[in-house]
């Protein structure tokens, strides 16, 4: 028997208004709205969950489109005309049995981003920020970006037909520039830091009306990565696994799963567990660590960041304390692994999954290994690991790295 895919126009999203994420001042949907202007922390979207609720059921889920606007009522585009979409998300939750099985573990799961339109999960956050961005009618944007994320603005603006602006500094990877290039993208290189990239986008953004769509500054792109959360509870038929251990730069990654498992909680989904949430950073970049180490609530800026792990060189995150809360809340963890460690687990992953993980997935198995040695993950635990990217956009440095 054939099911009858829901069509997009019978469900409907269930936006309700903006939360500030430090005061919980709260503002309308209707207009483009950056960081709060108050304190200069990020905007948290919310919904009717009890409307939402009534349509968003388990028993709906088959029914719905393979890629992460199946959960239309809790994302924020309200006219399914402006979704912009690659057919992002929905990716392969796999048992990393071969994997497992090397490391003594009997359920280890490897979320599969690599597979995402543009190679990345920044697939999701770009794909629900230019379509939310289209319906406020914004159509020029710019992005900072040293890698994945101004790739996927640039296809999903191609998509939409809208213009793209990305800065760029000159030591960005090779790849990423070619495909914003290739995209149709207007790409600045700048002669300095992701810092001074920053700065110049801000001020085109000011001159041109631009609008900027950087991690957390805008509140759109943590809802297309918290549909990584409803995968794995999903997938997983409705059940949280023990640990999730996931890579982090600006956060918007672990900030969105830990959103969407509130969510579900209030949609009936789940109940009060939680899974323990890691964040790994590269010890040459990790501001996030750092603080959570000290017990601190925001991070100082990390000097002199270095790592080959591209999508983990964020020196400084407005969405700081938002990741520490997450990690403390669920009793998880943050720790540092080297680029060696991180090289030697992409060689690894792909040896035995044939999941040729980007460095940062990489960098959640060496996390792994070192927990477990420690004690801080059982062998008989459920962990999922999230490989955020393909290797294939890090060509240049990996090849050298393994020896080519
Ligand atoms: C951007 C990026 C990250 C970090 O993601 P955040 O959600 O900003 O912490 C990790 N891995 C890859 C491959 C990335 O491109």
């Known amino acids: 028997m054939e099911i009858r895919l829901l069509d997009r126009t019978e469900i409907r999203s269930h936006i309700t208004h903006l939360e500030c994420s430090l005061s919980g001042e709260e503002c309308g949907h209707d207009m483009p709205h950056r960081l709060n202007p108050k304190n200069g922390k990020p905007y948290l979207v919310r919904y009717d969950l009890a409307k939402a609720a009534e349509t968003l059921t388990k028993e709906s889920m088959p029914r719905r489109e393979p890629n992460m606007w199946r959960y239309r009522e809790v994302m924020p585009v309200i006219d399914p005309a402006n979704i912009v979409t690659l057919g992002e998300g929905f990716t392969p939750l796999r048992e990393a049995t071969r994997l497992g099985s090397r490391l003594g573990m009997n359920s280890l799961l490897i979320k599969d981003e690599g597979v995402n339109p543009t190679g990345s ?20 944007l710019t992005m900072p970006s040293a890698g994945n994320a101004a790739g996927a603005m640039s296809a999903y603006a191609a998509a939409a037909g809208m213009e793209a602006h990305v800065y760029m500094p000159k030591d960005a990877p090779i790849a990423n520039q070619i495909e914003c290039t290739a995209y149709g993208a ?37 809802e297309g990565k918290k549909t990584m959360g409803y995968e794995i509870v999903e997938q997983l038929g409705f059940e949280v696994p023990d640990v999730v251990i996931y890579p982090t730069g ?16 209030q949609l009936g989904w789940i109940g009060s567990e939680r899974p323990r949430m890691i964040c790994v950073q590269a010890s040459g970049c990790s501001p996030l ?25 964020v020196p400084s995150a407005v969405g ?33 999954e044939g999941i040729f993980p980007a460095p940062e997935g990489g960098a959640t198995l060496s996390a792994l290994q070192l927990l477990l040695e420690s004690g801080e993950i059982a062998k008989d635990e459920r962990v999922v690991l999230l490989n955020t990217g393909s290797a294939l956009k890090y060509l240049d440095v990996l090849g050298p790295a393994l020896g080519l």
């Open 121 to 140: 999960f920044k697939a999701r956050g770009l794909s629900a920020a230019v379509s939310k961005a289209l319906e406020l009618k914004q159509i020029k």
């Open 289 to 313: 660590v750092d603080a959570y180490k000290k017990g601190e609530e925001f991070a100082e800026p990390f000097k002199n960041p270095s790592t080959l792990a591209a999508g983990m060189r």
């Open 186 to 222: 207007e790409l600045n290189l700048v002669d300095g830091f992701i810092t001074d990239a920053g700065r110049i986008s801000g001020e085109a953004a000011e001159k041109y009306g631009y609008f900027d769509v950087s991690t957390l500054k805008e509140p759109y792109r943590v």
């Open 320 to 352: 700081d304390f938002l990741v520490i809360r997450a990690v403390r809340e669920s009793a998880g963890t943050a720790l540092t692994v080297t680029d060696d460690q991180m090289v030697a687990s992409v060689q690894e992953m792909a040896e035995f």
């Open 250 to 265: 600006g956060g918007t990654g672990i900030v969105g799963i830990w959103k969407a498992l509130d969510e579900m909680e």
